[in-house]
DNA sequence: CCTAATGATTCACG
DNA sequence: CGTGAATCATTAGG
């Protein structure tokens, strides 16, 4: 970096010799008349256009106005003007036409879309609901993020909507000051109004173009914000008690056949005030980690299942409440399912300890009191100890259902975690 | 801090 | 499309 300047001292002598410009040194050795000539050249130049400058500003001022004033003035700008339109502005209409630009709609129609543009307030959080709602419909218990989600959006909304102003201000100004501008202008040299026009309308869509990198930014913000809104989603919050005994209640139930209807799945969603989806989400991980680890939710399993034993024998006992989790779907489908296939425990069943609920059951209870009783059966018949009730009952929660899965054997890998801890684990309350 | 639990997501399949 | 399976990412508990 410092070379350059080292460079031109050492060289000083030799490398300004020859320049032209400069006077002081001349005495370079072999040019000596000749540069004599030129500087005398030079000095003329130079007085000359001192003289010019010093001269009359006023009486080029005064020929301008002269002109200005002709009378065939505008007859020439006419003709002027006209020449003009037909070659540089021909010229340059003809690249001027330009396809309503596509990406710009796009940008218009996602702003809308997410109610940063478009009508006031109401509009951005009826958007934001919206888009909320589209967005899995979880809108039951993030209010928090939800509410926060909201405000950045409404802040994004807002500076979009001063900078647009503050660039319609500007545009207008300046468009204004141009036009001006050009009207003064019109009166020293030809200026059309189609040539104004013009220029008005390249100065729009300068602006436009400008705004259009507002609008992008302001779509980039929105995604980012977005995405983090669709994160904050996914960080996800364990269900409340009460919910996840409200499934897990569902889930035993009917441990024959898991698989809640739709009208059951919003039931539940609506007595755990969780989405469907996510009562979809919990059944689907809790069968695949029920069936993989089957002794894992012994416990759990026989709890609740000697709750809703229970419960369905007081329900039947007073025969008219209807409070037992079970659905249409139970009775139906599972319930043939189910008799197709494990008929047999059903009857062995039925025989051993149904007696005292069969009179009373109703067909609705039938499917899930089975499932129920199974369980209790299993857990008060062979409950010698953990080992031997684990390894009872891992086939019998599924096979003997013929139902939900292909029997992958699970028994190996339950009993090495479960089998020699005894089955107690926590109380898992 | 580590680990298990758990809700959500993703991908393949029928 | 609903599921199963694997996986991710966060939470809760030690």
Not at 3 to 27: F, I, K, T, Y
Not at 256 to 268: D, G, H, T, V
Request: with cysteine; aromatic share 6%.
């Amino acid at each position: 970096m410092d070379e350059q300047p080292r460079m031109m001292h050492s060289h000083a002598g030799v490398g300004m010799a020859g320049h032209p410009g400069l006077p002081q040194h001349m005495q370079e050795g072999t040019g000596g008349a000749d540069g004599d000539g030129r500087k005398q050249d030079i000095g003329d130049i130079l007085q000359q256009i001192m003289t010019i400058t010093d001269q009359s500003l006023d009486e080029a001022q005064a020929r301008k106005h002269a002109l200005n004033c002709h009378r065939m003035k505008p007859a020439l700008f006419n003709v002027l003007c006209e020449i003009k339109e037909k070659t540089v502005l021909s010229i340059r209409g003809a690249q001027e036409e330009e396809p309503p630009d596509a990406q710009l709609m796009r940008l218009d129609n996602m702003l809308l879309a997410e109610g940063v543009s478009g009508p006031e307030k109401g509009g951005g959080s009826a958007a934001a609901a919206a888009a909320a709602a589209a967005s899995g419909g979880a809108g039951a218990d993030n209010s928090a993020e939800h509410s926060d989600y909201r405000a950045k959006l409404s802040q994004i909304r807002q500076i979009y909507h001063t900078e647009l102003e503050k660039y319609e201000q500007a545009c207008n100004e300046f468009t204004t000051h141009v036009m001006n501008l050009l009207r003064e202008q019109s009166r020293t040299r030809p200026i059309s109004p189609k040539e104004i026009e013009r220029m008005v309308s390249i100065i729009h869509r300068k602006f436009s173009s400008i705004q259009m990198q507002l609008k992008q930014s302001t779509c980039e913000a929105v995604m980012i914000l977005r995405s983090r809104f669709l994160d904050a989603r996914r960080k996800r919050r364990n269900f409340n008690k009460q919910a996840t005994e409200i499934l897990n209640e569902y889930f035993y139930s009917h441990l024959s056949n898991p698989y809640p209807s739709e009208e059951a799945k919003e039931e539940l969603a609506k007595k755990c005030s969780i989405t469907v989806s996510q009562v979809s989400n919990w059944f689907g991980n809790k069968r695949i980690r029920y069936k993989k680890n089957i002794g894992k939710f012994q416990e759990e399993a026989n709890m609740y299942a000697a709750r809703t034993a229970v419960n369905a024998a007081n329900v039947s006992a007073h025969g008219s409440q209807a409070n037992s989790p079970s659905t249409p779907n139970s009775a139906g489908s599972a319930g043939s399912f189910n008799m197709s296939n494990s008929g047999d425990l059903f009857m062995s069943v039925q025989s051993m300890n149904g007696d005292s609920y069969q009179g009373a059951q109703v067909g609705a209870n039938v499917q899930s009191q089975v499932d129920t009783l199974r369980h209790v059966i299993s857990q008060t018949g062979g409950y010698s100890d953990g080992l031997t009730a684990n390894q009872m009952y891992s086939p019998q929660g599924i096979n003997a259902n013929g139902g939900w899965q292909d029997a992958t054997t699970p028994s190996s890998v339950t009993s090495p975690t479960e089998g020699p801890g005894s089955v107690h684990s926590d109380t898992s309350n």
